[in-house]
């Protein structure tokens, strides 16, 4: 059976904005990108967020530059439900909000992409002295990801190409079973 994976984006379109969460206390964390690296973490605390777009508001959200996966309860459900070996999930309390949230951390990265399936790739210069991603992908078009190298994950990073956050075809339809998502 053919596996499908999807890159989830957000639709170009007023939204919701939430800021990169910060502990309750409103400290930030040592490493901004925590929640988007790919890897187990332990137990961060009480989180909070901010708006910082009273946009239209979504069950899926990135938050801040760094694009932290923040996901209603709802949401975090279907993670929990059809991917809990592949995600951590941490509440995160949003700024002005009653319905609860939470972080989805996805804890495992692979080198599954398809590169001769991709419509266009871009690379960081490997001769550029001031990158810090030498061979990494700067951006990548029509991305295909070759599901013989997902490890049977359904929820994923990609090795050099983290900013990607990746689920399978089964964690997509659920999700839009939910609603309320923008694209997927």
């Known amino acids: 059976?053919?596996?499908?994976?999807?890159?989830?984006?957000l639709a170009d379109m007023p939204r919701w904005l939430i800021e990169t969460p910060t502990r309750t206390s409103g400290e930030e964390f040592d490493e901004p990108w925590l929640f988007t690296d790919g890897h187990v973490l332990p137990d961060?605390?009480?989180?909070?967020?901010?708006?910082?777009?009273?946009?239209?508001?979504?069950?899926?959200?990135f938050g801040g530059v760094e694009r932290t996966p923040i996901v209603s309860e709802a949401l975090a459900n279907v993670f929990q439900t059809l991917a809990p070996d592949d995600v951590q999930l941490?509440?995160?309390?949003?700024?002005g909000e009653s319905e609860r949230y939470f972080v989805v951390n996805a804890i495992k990265v692979v080198d599954a992409i398809d590169e001769a399936g991709c419509r266009e790739v871009h690379h960081y210069d490997e001769d550029d002295p001031s990158t810090d991603y030498p061979g990494e992908y700067n951006w990548i078009y029509g991305l295909r990801i070759d599901p013989l190298k997902t490890e049977g994950a359904h929820v994923f990073r990609l090795k050099k190409f983290k900013t990607a956050f990746i689920v399978s075809e089964e964690v997509k339809n659920a999700l839009e079973g939910v609603g309320d998502l923008g694209r997927v």
């Open 90 to 95: 941490f509440p995160v309390t949003v700024e």
């Open 44 to 61: 961060p605390g009480s989180i909070k967020s901010q708006v910082s777009h009273p946009g239209t508001k979504r069950a899926f959200v």
């Open 1 to 9: 059976m053919e596996r499908n994976f999807y890159w989830v984006g």
